[in-house]
């Protein structure tokens, strides 16, 4: 199959953007995809969509306080430091933007309290060592912003520091938050236990490059950004548990898709860490995952091609012009859905 940026290209009005997120996390609209079904609904009523034994699989990484600016000892040129991820306890590989490139040996004053050197570059990241006298997320929630979205056209503020968050999130070390799993709160993940849902927990932290655009026109030449994973031995057990009882997996975002099917690709799921550069595209064959709850994806983006390849691309094109006609909120603090796999889905 020949596929290009304009299969994965839609009209989006910029007023479709949510810039805030709702008062009531559960209170976001919910269209449902299944099949050749559409359905319009409320998130809060997404129990009614899971059947007992289905099991959700959540992402539980907490998004850190990864802006950071400052300027150079040398030459006082300012600097912006985006952290992509922790590489050890004091080093970190990071997005830098200023002026003239800092090289290797650099040192960079930032939030006006602590200096960095820069150790040199991977890839397009610069690698950074942070002060020894403290752990490096600490020192990042101290002296750090929360980093919000780019299509998020205001400064992050109080608000952002809690909803910007899932209600579960444990492990630090993302740059951006598993949108979808921002419309749980504690009510609704005790409706879905009542239910006779599973719940269970994976790690993957986010990094900046989910923002990349692809920039190739084929997109079977784009190479996928890559993201480190965690799957404990429980999910693995409550993955084989749900399916020996011929019931569903439901990922609660693209993170956690990625994780459990990047994770299956070199054979049957098992506990563990690892990276994945899974790039997932019409015609891809899911091992693991039955359904997923996602929100509004970027034009041309690989998250919408990933959910193409769940849901089918002439599904998805109608579903997310059904979402702007209906006047869905989209991206991270929007509308979500609720996909079904269909085994023929092109």
């Known amino acids: 199959m020949s596929l290009t940026l304009d299969d994965f290209d839609y009209p989006l009005p910029p007023e479709r953007i949510a ?106 990241f610069f690698h950074l060592r942070f002060p020894d006298g403290e752990d490096l997320f600490a020192l990042l929630e101290r002296h750090g912003k929360l980093p919000l979205p780019p299509y998020i056209e205001r400064a992050a503020d109080d608000t952002d520091e809690s909803r910007y968050q899932t209600v579960y999130a ?24 009542e239910r006779g849902a599973g719940i269970a927990y994976i790690t993957l932290h986010v990094g900046a490059g989910t923002f990349q655009p692809v920039r190739t026109h084929n997109v079977l030449e784009h190479h996928m950004h890559r993201e480190r994973y965690v799957i404990p031995a429980d999910t693995v057990e409550a993955i084989a548990r749900a399916r020996a009882a011929g019931r569903r997996v439901i990922a609660v975002g693209t993170t956690s898709l990625r994780a459990l099917e990047g994770a299956a690709q070199d054979g049957p799921l098992a506990a563990g860490s690892g990276e994945t550069a899974l790039f997932i595209l019409p015609g891809f064959r899911f091992q693991v995952v039955d359904a997923l709850v996602t929100n509004f994806h970027l034009p041309k983006s690989t ?11 002439e599904p998805i094109r109608r579903a997310y012009a059904h979402a702007v006609a209906h006047e869905y909120r989209f991206f991270s603090y929007g509308d979500a859905m609720f996909i079904a796999h269909r085994n023929d889905a092109v």
Request: hydrophobic share 45%; no cysteine.
């Open 170 to 193: 444990r492990e630090p070390g993302s740059v951006a938050a598993p949108t979808a799993g921002l419309h749980f709160d504690e009510a609704l993940l005790a409706r879905l236990r």
């Open 303 to 313: 998250l919408l091609m990933l959910v193409s390849a769940l849901a089918g691309m």
């Open 19 to 124: 810039q805030q997120p709702l008062a009531d996390r559960s209170a976001s609209r919910l269209l449902l995809l299944d099949g050749d079904r559409l359905e319009d609904r409320l998130f809060r009523d997404l129990p009614e969509l899971v059947e007992p034994g289905d099991l959700l699989v959540f992402n539980d990484t907490r998004v850190i306080h990864a802006r950071l600016h400052g300027h150079k000892r040398d030459t006082g040129g300012r600097v912006e430091v985006l952290v992509e991820r922790a590489v050890g306890t004091h080093e970190a590989l990071a997005q830098v933007r200023a002026s003239k490139s800092p090289g290797a040996g650099a040192v960079l004053r930032l939030a006006d309290a602590f200096d960095v050197t820069v150790l040199g570059r991977v890839g397009e």
